[in-house]
């Protein structure tokens, strides 16, 4: 999110995710009786939403609770994090995954001192026996050590620790793709939502703490130290925990949700930015908002508060406190596109979360496409074509946008997840029709359709790539499965051929695979438009020589044009625009 690409919108912060520089994830067998170990872990980046093992399928996280004292000169951690379990299957281990810099000092199992083995970045811990399924356990590890220091945060995510102009500490976490696992114990995978998260941060006086959910109470403590605790009561992705802090103004107003509700908004800018954070509240937050309870329905967690944290990085979408480091500048939207960015993942990533990294393009596809759609309602339609008309000649269509292996964060948020996904549903509003698009946008995310009188709490939910399609095509009476095999599953675009003949023009689709792709498409022939009907494979028109002949005149369709290259022509582009 921080680099512009050119020709494109600028993209989430995976969109241009590093490769990790070759770090080695060499796993170092250790075994650790209930002791912390004095050799030299490996250090590990995680790869977060990897496959469970055997062994973590066995529990369900119920909670977590972390206490942890922040030592912003030293740049280091240390505290206590506690993890209650639920077996689900009987097991005398549960896992939990901790970076490997950490020391350990000890780990109990409901109280008591526990063995545990620690391979790498994983802990394997004793239970003592065997116990059966439905019964509980609470572990509780003790650590202590320098996380990880963020390379680019957030595209190579970690720690940052940074200074504000006036050399005040100015701390953040990004770890979306690494995984919690880089400063807390967590199970780190998505798909295990903890149902609340207690969290207490310790700092010096002088600066705020803040984080995920409701701010519980501030103590005074010794040494000029001040904590803070906080209480997430709703599910969260574990990657959506975030540590912040700096020399905050804390900057609290409400907001009257469209279910009748009154909603927190919390900004913590740097104090020197309050004004300024006022003013982005009054100019955009609100009318955010707004568009996005109109179209989807209530902000999912307004029961808790609708959250920015000023960061020294670009900017994240944490769970009722999204990262914002744009610096309150104004841009060529109209709008704060980084706000609406990361407000679009309150819904699209946060209420309703991919059910695998396979499907990573609900939320980006849908994150991205929301900025153009707001741009539509705010300014009109060449606000929309012109964000839309740029993300284009960014596409890369080197992979698929859904792939059907097993993928890495890396390889799950590549770049076409972004603009091609929103691509995907620009074509998609336009050929089925506004009501639909919007009623299956809803029914993807609450369930339901009818969301203006959602009470809170709203449930989240997983959701997959088959569910939207299966959910679009109940709405419209159609089967649809074609368009999103054409341009979900494959990488290349389909083009559209035609062949003249004397007067006669024929068109067809030319598609990888050959697949089928009955996709109606407009001409204009001397300002008139009509419809091409392409269900039999083929349509022909007569036009003369003298005729003015324009194909999809309002570029509803997502198709391969002479504007951007194949597959390595493009990486090759954009290659060298960085270069550039």
Known sequence: MAVVQPHQITPHPFCLRQKKNGVALSLMALALAGCSSTMALDPVIG?????????????????????????????????????????????????????????????EVNGKAAQYQRQSGILTISLGAEQPSGSTAKVVVYYSGKPHVAKNAPWAGGSVWSKTA???????????????????????HFSDKAEQMQIKLTVPKGLSAVTNGVLQKIDELPGNKQRFDWLLSVPASDYNIALNIGPYSRISETYQSINGA??????????????????????????????????????????QKMGVVETPHLGMEHQTVNAYGKGYKRDEYGFDWLLHH?????????LMTHEKLNDAWLHEGFGLYMQPAYALEKLGSAAYHYQMYKSYLGLLNCEPVVRTDVVTSDQAFNPDIYGKGGWVLHT??????????????????????????????????????????????????QDYQWLFDVYLYEAALPELKQQQSGDVVTFSWLTPNKKPFPMPVDISINGQIQRLDLSQGAATIKVKTTDQLLIDPQMKVLRQLPLIGLCEENRARVKNKRAS
């Open 428 to 477: 998609l509003r336009n050929l089925i029709g506004e009501e639909a698009f919007w009623q299956a946008t809803r029914e993807l995310l609450y369930g339901t359709a009818d969301t203006a009188k959602l009470q809170y709490p709203i449930q989240p939910r997983y959701r997959n790539t088959k569910e939207f399609i299966s959910i679009v095509n109940r709405i419209t009476g």
């Open 342 to 350: 990361e407000l679009a993942h309150e819904w699209f990533g946060n």
């Open 262 to 303: 009154t909603v927190p908004i919390e900004f913590w800018a740097l104090t020197e930015n309050a004004d300024k954070a006022k003013t982005l509240i009054k100019d955009d937050v609100r009318a955010q908002l707004a568009f996005y309870e109109r179209r989807l329905g209530p902000y999912p967690w307004g029961d």
């Open 166 to 188: 006036k050399g005040e500490h100015f701390i953040a976490t990004a770890v979306q793709g690494e995984g919690c696992d880089l400063f807390w114990p967590c199970k780190d």
């Open 47 to 107: 790869d977060t939403g990897q496959p469970l093992s055997q062994l973590a399928q066995k529990a369900n996280v119920k909670s977590y609770a972390l206490d942890l004292e922040i030592f912003p000169d030293e740049q280091k951690i240390a505290g206590v994090g506690e993890t209650e379990f639920v077996l689900v299957a009987p097991s005398d281990q549960v896992e939990l995954k901790l970076d490997s810099r950490f020391d350990i000092s000890k780990i």
